[in-house]
């Protein structure tokens, strides 16, 4: 059973940072591409960022780039995204997902087959 856990999340000041994890468990995921989305209060869940299999491409939406940074460790089968300079308005609960048979980066959620049951970051001012 596939299963994708994420951790990290939390309650932290404006400006401050986090780190998310997603360890995944129940097969393999280096060859593939894998991606960070969030669910923001009232709003539907939007794509923040993605990485290629082999890590060597990054993608971002654009109100996250220059802060956030998304990396994996095929060794340990598990996914980061590091969140500095952190805003009120990133306040959400962050998914990780991961496709299955795409090695690029992806941004678009119907293309991605697994995912995590979300962590919660709050981020006050």
């Known amino acids: 059973q596939v299963q994708l856990v994420e951790s990290g999340g939390g309650l932290v000041q404006a400006g401050g940072s986090l780190r998310l994890s997603c360890a995944a468990s129940?097969?393999?995921?280096?060859?593939?591409?894998m991606g960070w989305f969030r669910q923001r209060p009232g709003k539907e869940r939007e794509f923040v960022a993605s990485?290629?299999?082999?890590?060597?491409?990054?993608y971002y939406v654009d109100s996250v780039k220059g802060r956030f940074t998304i990396s994996r460790d095929n060794a340990k089968n598990t996914l980061y995204l590091q969140m500095n300079s952190l805003k009120p308005a990133d306040t959400a609960v962050y998914y990780c997902a991961v496709t299955y048979g795409k090695i690029d980066v992806v941004t678009r959620q119907y293309d991605y087959t697994y995912w995590g049951q979300g962590t919660q970051v709050t981020v006050s001012s």
């Open positions: 129940g097969r393999t995921f280096s060859t593939y591409a």
């Open positions: 990485i290629s299999w082999d890590g060597a491409t990054t």
